[in-house]
């Protein structure tokens, strides 16, 4: 069974630089792609971008300028990180198994992150 | 605004069938297959359908999703109080080269 889990830091500061992770246990990274995905009150369900291990990444192009998705093989870990956040990043985030084609089969628990001083 | 549309909210009696609709354009819906979402309160979205109108493992065969033009629906027979929850849709989009999702729909069982 795949099971994702993301870990971070709930509160960031404005202007700062969001950082989250995460773990994959029960399939490996390097297989399928895998996505980072947001959702807020007002805009729902985002997309941020997703990685895959023998294309590399693709972006959102509202979001490409600030983000940056990485896998880490040796650890089996996903990660994430947007730079210059301001109170309109403060979401739910998740990652998720997929991206391609829009299904996602396979979901984290999801971490709020919030954007404030 | 999400690029998918759907209606806010839909709601329904147990044991009724209901249908959700998703309406999109040519480069999503109209040219890539349509997936389904449900989200029961505080946790994460779970696949419901895929390509149109697959189920995975798991998902009853209450649920059924059609795919027609540039719009799409979701049909969930026999409600259950259970079903309630938020529904969404969600394509890949050639033009912005990514998946997009609709807005959701608040379903409610009455």
């Known amino acids: 069974q795949v099971q994702l889990q993301e870990s971070g830091p709930e509160l960031v500061k404005p202007s700062e630089t969001l950082s989250l992770t995460c773990t994959v246990s029960?399939?490996?990274?390097?297989?399928?792609?895998w996505s980072w995905v947001r959702q807020t009150p007002g805009k729902g369900l985002e997309w941020i971008g997703y990685?895959?291990?023998?294309?590399?990444?693709k972006y959102n192009s509202s979001l490409k300028s600030r983000v940056t998705i990485s896998g880490d093989t040796s650890k089996n870990q996903l990660s994430l990180k947007l730079a210059s956040v301001t109170a309109a990043d403060t979401a739910v985030y998740y990652c998720?198994?997929?991206?391609?084609?829009?299904?996602?089969?396979?979901w984290g628990q999801g971490t709020l992150v919030t954007v404030s001083s | 605004q999400s690029v998918l549309t759907q209606s806010p909210s839909a709601s329904g009696t147990p044991g009724q069938r209901v249908t959700i609709s998703c309406s999109g354009s040519?480069?999503?819906?109209?040219?890539?297959?349509v997936n389904w979402y449900q989200q029961l309160p505080g946790a994460a979205p779970k696949l419901l359908i895929y390509?149109?109108?697959q189920r995975p493992s798991g998902i009853p065969d209450r649920f059924s999703g059609s795919k027609s033009g540039t719009s799409a629906s979701l049909a969930i027979g026999g409600l259950q109080s259970e079903d309630e929850a938020d529904y969404y849709c969600?394509?890949?989009?050639?033009?912005?080269?990514?998946?997009?999702f609709g807005g959701g729909t608040k379903l409610t069982v009455l």
């Open positions: 998720a198994r997929g991206g391609r084609w829009g299904n996602f089969d396979y």
């Open positions: 029960g399939g490996s990274i390097t297989s399928y792609y």
């Open positions: 990685f895959y291990h023998s294309e590399g990444t």
């Open positions: 040519g480069s999503n819906i109209g040219s890539n297959t």
């Open positions: 390509l149109n109108n």
């Open positions: 969600a394509a890949w989009d050639d033009s912005l080269s990514g998946p997009v």
